[in-house]
Antibody, heavy 123, light 111 residues
Framework: EVQLAQSGAEVKKPGESLKISCKASGFDFTNYWIGWVRQMPGKGLEWMGIMYPRDSDTRYSPSFQGQVTISADKSINTAYLQWRSLKASDTAMYYC????????????????WGQGTLVTVSS | QSVLTQPPSASGTPGQRVTISCSGTNSNIGSKTVNWYQQLPGTAPKVLIY???QRPSGVPDRFSGSKSGTSASLAISGLQSEDEADYYC????????????FGGGTKLTVL
């Protein structure tokens, strides 16, 4: 069974660093893209970026480039989303999701999603 | 402000057919395939339609997608109470350095 299990909710202060995780199981982690999507409270979905763990090819949305770092550890089938210095505006639910392809239309969509990690940044 | 425009809300009564539109430009919908996601309250999104009009296994055939020019639509026939959710269109946009974009979302209310 395909699963993406995300780490638990976090409460942080502005300026702190954070790394949240997305552990994959039930499929070959290195053969799929893993993306991250932000959803601010009461708002819509925002595409943050995506990585191909096999070769670490990473694409960022211009809105998030330089603000977050997407990485992965193939040895433990886990993807990460990281901040060096959190802001109150980073308060949101963050989802990881699997994508079979970025090219072939038949697989160019997020087919499995994690349950989400709620990040709250408040002084 | 998303580059894909969806109506913020839609509604229908059980059994009705409703459609949700998604308007874009030549750099996104006009030249790329469109996916649709459903987000039930308090849950993660789920794909409903991919490649404009394809349904993943397990998605009822009450859901259908179409695309024409720079617009796409999601149609839901035989509306059910459990269809009450937020719906998002998504596609790639070449003008944004190959970034995928989501529409602003449409909240569907079943009256």
């Amino acid at each position: 069974e395909v699963q993406l299990a995300q780490s638990g909710a976090e409460v942080k202060k502005p300026g702190e660093s954070l790394k949240i995780s997305c552990k994959a199981s039930g499929f070959d982690f290195t053969n799929y893209w893993i993306g991250w999507v932000r959803q601010m409270p009461g708002k819509g979905l925002e595409w943050m970026g995506i990585m191909y763990p096999r070769d670490s090819d990473t694409r960022y949305s211009p809105s998030f480039q330089g603000q977050v770092t997407i990485s992965a550890d193939k040895s433990i089938n886990t993807a990460y989303l990281q901040w060096r210095s959190l802001k109150a505006s980073d308060t949101a639910m963050y989802y990881c999701a699997r994508r079979p392809s970025l090219v072939a239309a038949a697989g160019n969509y997020f087919d499995y999603w994690g349950q989400g990690t709620l990040v709250t940044v408040s002084s | 402000q998303s580059v894909l425009t969806q109506p913020p809300s839609a509604s229908g009564t059980p059994g009705q057919r409703v459609t949700i539109s998604c308007s874009g430009t030549n750099s996104n919908i006009g030249s790329k395939t469109v996916n649709w996601y459903q987000q039930l309250p308090g849950t993660a999104p789920k794909v409903l339609i991919y490649n404009n009009n394809q349904r993943p296994s397990g998605v009822p055939d009450r859901f259908s997608g179409s695309k024409s020019g720079t617009s796409a639509s999601l149609a839901i026939s035989g509306l059910q109470s459990e269809d009450e959710a937020d719906y998002y269109c998504a596609t790639w946009d070449d003008s944004l350095i190959g970034q995928e974009v989501f529409g602003g979302g449409t909240k569907l209310t079943v009256l």
